[in-house]
């Protein structure tokens, strides 16, 4: 089975500095797609952005950007100018057959 | 455009009793898929249904069903609840035809499920 590793618990960055948020996977599939989606209190999951895993070039979304190495399994996710409202619980997802999920980073903004 | 919707948004039930969760898609979306969310589990997939079918079904007992209407609203039940039932239950809708993906998957707010 597909695993997804978030080794960080918790992350913290001042307001308007930049953050990366670590992921790896593991997978056997050569066609797949990951994500990344922010859960605030509210509890619904918001997708913040996506890759598709034969697109070589790294997905970018207004702050967001990931850095995606296929080979080392690996898909980092970058916030840059962090904004108060960018404080919530991040998930690295996988998504095969089905969805797999890390175990989340929770990021707090300080002002 | 409407998001996903679930309802109830919080359920209290006693042991053994069973419960249905609803989920209505994006209009337009024929897939549904189903996740609990746990502090100790974190979030694991349940199944999913596309056109009135279930496509893939996670590691849960046979306790935990779903399907899936001809307008796309999905449905989860469980029954014979027990402690270990209580979590956050989300669903997520899709217009995926396969493994491309159109617009990604767009979750709801998610059921508080709480079994006492």
């Known amino acids: 089975a597909q695993t997804v590793t978030q080794s960080q618990p918790e992350m913290s960055v001042q307001e308007a500095e930049t953050v990366t948020l670590s992921c790896t996977y593991d997978?056997?599939?050569?066609?797949?797609?990951l994500f990344w989606y922010k859960q605030p209190p509210s509890r619904q999951m918001i997708l913040v952005i996506r890759?598709?895993?034969?697109?070589?070039q790294n997905a970018t979304e207004n702050r967001f950007s990931v850095n995606f190495q296929k080979a080392a399994k690996s898909f980092s996710l970058k916030i840059s100018d962090s904004q108060l409202g960018d404080a919530a619980m991040y998930f690295c997802?996988?998504?095969?057959?089905?969805?797999?999920f890390g175990t989340g980073t929770s990021l707090t903004v300080i002002p | 455009k409407a998001g996903v919707t679930q309802t109830p948004r919080y359920l209290i039930k006693t042991r053994g009793q069973q419960v249905t969760l609803s989920c209505s898609p994006i209009?337009?979306?024929?897939?549904v898929s189903w996740y609990q969310q746990t502090p100790g589990q974190g979030l694991q997939f349940l199944f999913e249904?596309?056109?009135?079918?279930?496509?893939n079904k996670g590691n849960f007992p046979g306790r935990f069903s779903g399907r899936q209407f001809s307008n796309s609203r999905s449905e989860m039940n469980v029954s014979t609840l027990e402690l270990g039932d209580s979590a956050l239950y989300l669903c997520?809708?899709?217009?995926?035809?396969?493994?491309?993906?159109?617009?990604?998957?767009?979750f709801g707010s998610g059921t508080r499920l709480t079994v006492v």
């Open positions: 997520a809708s899709s217009s995926n035809t396969g493994r491309s993906i159109d617009y990604g998957y767009t």
């Open positions: 997978t056997s599939e050569s066609d797949y797609y």
């Open positions: 890759q598709e895993a034969y697109k070589q």
């Open positions: 997802a996988y998504l095969g057959n089905q969805f797999y």
């Open positions: 209009s337009g979306h024929r897939s």
């Open positions: 249904y596309f056109s009135e079918t279930q496509r």
